[in-house]
């Protein structure tokens, strides 16, 4: 799991552009819209509901199922984060972009994500060691960021 994450590290921070990119909610609406990244959330929302139901219907608490529902919720976070923060920062440059609904909509999903990777992170505390939960976490959380990340990076080239 390390390996995973240390690889995709460096091949992220290798390969991504040097140059830093303006996010604006006009850029933000055409990637959300784009199929790669209506692809990857079909099948995130699909394999989440799963998941819920596994875990709510079934009472399979094991700490691969709640660790992958926060994973999941993770890579919703980033993207929102990212693209919250970046529309932030054109508004604080000038560029005015908290007119846009896709600003709250991000908002929105970034506070919800959230919110529910905290709740679901809490129960596997709770019912697991913290010498399990956090390196499983870890190797999730950053895995899953950088899917999320990469598929957000593929359609920006």
């Not at 440059?93 to 679901?120: E, H, N, P, R, W």
């Amino acid at each position: 799991g390390g390996t995973l994450a240390i690889t995709g590290t460096y091949l992220l921070v290798t390969f991504a552009p040097n140059v830093s990119q303006d996010i604006t909610a006009e850029k933000v609406e055409r990637y959300v819209v784009s199929w790669q990244f209506l692809m990857y959330l079909l099948l995130e929302v699909i394999v989440f509901c799963v998941l819920l139901y596994v875990y709510k219907r079934k009472g399979v608490n094991h700490i691969v199922v709640l660790l992958l529902l926060v994973a999941l919720l993770a890579s919703v976070a980033v993207i929102s984060v990212k693209a919250v923060a970046g529309m932030i920062a054109m508004t604080l440059k000038g560029d005015m972009q908290l007119t846009y609904a896709i600003f709250y909509a991000m908002a929105v999903a970034m506070i919800a994500s959230c919110i529910f990777q905290v709740k679901f992170l809490n129960q596997a505390m709770q019912l697991y060691n913290a010498t399990e939960v956090v390196p499983i976490n870890y190797v999730f959380f950053t895995t899953s960021a950088i899917l999320a990340g990469n598929v957000i990076l593929c359609h920006s080239l």
